[in-house]
């Protein structure tokens, strides 16, 4: 195994990630943490590592790899975790995410966890992306051929956002309006469940409970799953920790009892 593979806390997952070079690994800016590393400092975090992260909670059905890798990458970019990147930015290409999809993910959460946070994750993406020869030809276009729009349900969204931001900032409310809505969320190269998966993610990451109700019901109005819902709740609790997924639990029960079963 080599030592990249071993990267952060993910160590024993290794296995799928694909041998890179000593001058590939040498690029990468953070020194990996072995399980040995682990074991030194805390047995106890290496022994729930080891039986609880990656003996169970990984094998869990209620979430297919893709999804969970998809869900962790918008966790360590939401908080600006680089240390593990290289790591699970492996593990998603690996897991079924494309190239193209990564790159996508990041530049959703630029606008959702911040500009730092997305420049963050590109110095560490660039770096897996040479290790495994994806070229630009394998990227999504700066500027694609939008999605369609449900004009009726944007100018009702719109509405909203004007009622409650517009007497505070018309500035906000014209990015939201034009470049986040009719811009960001249009970009073919995520799936509209995938953009709003990565968004629920992103809140419930950084604690910001207050939108989790619009964006919660428009992955599931895109396909998003009562039962993966749920798993993504207990996915993020070692993820994004406990006490952020414990604040989100009230604002995703009103959402799935108000749903139509």
């Known amino acids: 195994m080599t030592k990249l593979a071993a990267t952060a806390l993910s160590m024993t997952l290794a296995a799928s990630v694909p041998a890179l070079g000593e001058d590939d690994k040498k690029r990468f800016a953070f020194s990996p ?3 040995e590393d682990v074991q030194a400092v ?54 079924g995410v494309t190239p193209a999809e990564l790159s996508e993910i990041i530049t959703h959460l630029a606008f959702y966890s911040g500009w730092a946070n997305a420049t963050g994750a590109v110095a560490v993406a660039k770096q897996v992306f040479s290790a495994r020869g994806i070229g630009a030809d394998q990227l999504p276009e700066a500027s694609a051929t939008p999605l369609p ?25 014209e ?17 509209p469940r995938d953009r709003s998966l990565i968004t629920v993610t992103s809140l419930i990451s950084s604690g910001q409970v207050g939108q989790i109700t619009y964006h919660l019901n428009r ?43």
């Open 33 to 35: 943490v072995t399980m």
């Open 42 to 95: 805390s047995p106890a975090l290496a022994k729930y590592t080891q039986g609880i992260l990656l003996g169970d909670l990984w094998k869990r059905p209620g979430l297919s790899a893709r999804d969970r890798s998809v869900i962790t990458v918008a966790v360590l970019i939401a908080r600006n975790q680089p240390v593990e990147m290289p790591y699970h930015f492996n593990l998603a290409l690996d897991n």
């Open 149 to 173: 729009l449900d004009e009726a349900a944007d100018a009702e969204r719109a509405k909203g956002v004007e009622q409650n931001v517009g007497a505070v900032s018309q500035g906000v409310v």
């Open 175 to 191: 990015y939201t309006n034009g470049v986040l809505f009719k811009d960001l969320w249009l970009r073919p190269g995520l799936a």
């Open 219 to 261: 992955a599931m109005n895109a396909g998003l799953t009562k039962d993966q819902a749920s798993e993504m709740l207990a996915h993020l609790t070692f993820y994004a920790g406990w006490p952020n997924v414990f604040s989100a639990v009230p604002v995703v029960k009103d959402v799935f009892e108000e749903r139509p079963s």
